[in-house]
């Protein structure tokens, strides 16, 4: 398995901006996640999907986060108006229910300037 | 929401020693993972290990869950080594520990 992919790997884009995050999760998984990594706040929790269903959503920051699972192979996080206050590294993982484990994705880089 | 909290929070290592690491949780937990953040930002799981002890390689993990820790040993240290050791624990969902940035040195 090619394991959790997210696109793109890098991204810098301008304050205002609308910028959109994408996640394959491994194929099989039920439930997808997506985690914020700063310096200050450390690795937290936006929100997770089981079955393609929103769960719990209580991290997402404000209402310019927004997240979306289609169908079971792919998600989106989208940030719109971006800020500065937005840049980080952005994670996704997949786990297949009943304890298996999380995996996480490479990560997209996040920079608006 | 579950708190974890992971120490030393630094360490500095010579190649070829050993170390400890620690993860205390303050409930009871479905699943515990340790993952390493390599310097380039990936996050790799080392185990999935809610109770009991595995081993894979120089690396070891045993989780006590009845007394809510878990310990991550390396022995025999590598530069390879480096970067920072997440413990995460899930209850509901998967919460990050704070981290121990271990630097190995050649």
């Known amino acids: 398995d090619a394991g959790v992919i997210q696109s793109p790997r890098h991204e810098v884009t301008e304050m205002g901006q609308e910028v959109t995050l994408r996640c394959k999760p491994i194929?099989?998984?039920?439930?997808l996640f997506w985690y914020r990594q700063t310096m200050m706040r450390g690795l937290e929790l936006l929100i997770y999907f089981n079955n393609n269903v929103p769960i719990d959503d209580s991290g997402m920051p404000e209402d310019r986060f927004s997240a979306k699972m289609p169908n079971a192979s792919f998600s989106t996080l989208k940030i719109q108006p971006s800020e500065p206050r937005d840049s980080a590294v952005y994670f996704c993982a997949s786990s297949l229910s009943g304890n298996y484990g999380y995996t996480f994705g490479s990560g997209t880089r996040l920079t608006v300037v | 929401g579950i708190q974890v909290e992971q120490s030393p929070p630094d360490l500095i290592l010579q190649e070829g020693a050993n170390s400890t690491l620690r993860c205390n949780f303050s409930?009871?937990?479905?699943?515990l993972q340790w993952f390493h953040q390599n310097p380039w930002g990936q996050l790799i799981n080392l185990f999935y290990?809610?109770?009991g002890t595995k081993q894979n390689g120089r690396l070891s993990a045993t989780t006590v869950a009845t007394e809510r820790y878990s310990l991550l040993y390396i022995s025999s240290s590598q530069t390879t080594d480096s970067g920072v050791y997440f413990c995460?624990?899930?209850?509901?969902?998967?919460?990050f520990g704070g981290g121990t940035r271990l630097m190995v040195k050649p």
């Open positions: 409930d009871s937990v479905n699943n």
């Open positions: 194929s099989g998984h039920n439930s």
């Open positions: 290990i809610p109770s």
């Open positions: 995460a624990v899930e209850g509901n969902m998967l919460t």
